[in-house]
């Protein structure tokens, strides 16, 4: 792994942790809420982090496009694909979780996030831009990239997968995560361009984000109930 890719990773653990100081700092300095200060602080920090790496990778987005990269016709469908692929993993991902495992469906990572966005509606364009480019640079670009070099593609998509999973704090739910990750890397290789994936993660998070911010809690329940017969249904339960 190169030095600019060890630089990457520390500017995302910076700005994943950085608020346990700064937002404190910022709640004492400003006449703000705590909750507030963590908003702004997080909403900073994010986009400060993915300039930060923007220019620490330009050397790399300068580079000619690889050989046999995908043609942006080749992208679009690519990205299309990508993105009912990823539903397609995540639903059966949920039905093992669901059926096999035990585990109750819902998000708290989710939950959390769309709590804040109806608290402060502009903090949408991290899950939905800032957070999708970013994740997209280290879990496919660097982490599966630098696994690929060394191994297969299954071996390397699952382990880079998994890190994705855990990152995101849902231990419970890191099939659905891994799913995830699994098909984004899948893209990332059929198209050599990185941009792919990170369209496909963007759409993703974008839909669930504006959606749930669409509906009420009584509707999501509703939606989440009308799933659960579904599955029922499908699998003869």
Known sequence: ?????????????IMQFSGVIFSPILYATLP??????????????????????????????????????ASPGAMVLWAIAGVFMAYIGQYIAAIIEVELLGIEQGSANTQMIMDITRAAPIFMIIPALVAP???????????????????????AALLSALVFGIIHGEPEHILIYSSMGFVFAYVYVKTKRI?????VHMTLNSISVIVQYSLSPEDIEKMQQQYEQMQMILIGG
Do not use: C, D, H
């Open 1 to 13: 792994m190169t030095k600019r890719y060890w630089y990457v990773i520390l500017t995302y653990i």
């Open 32 to 69: 703000i809420s705590k909750f507030q200060a963590i908003i702004y602080w997080t909403i900073f920090s994010f986009v400060a982090g993915l300039i930060a790496i923007l220019i620490i990778m330009k050397p790399y987005m300068k580079a000619p496009s690889m050989r046999n990269a």
């Open 133 to 155: 480019i970013v994740e997209e640079i280290i879990f496919r670009k660097i982490i599966f990239g630098t696994f690929y070099k060394k191994m297969n593609f299954f071996l």
């Open 195 to 199: 941009i792919v994936p990170i369209i």
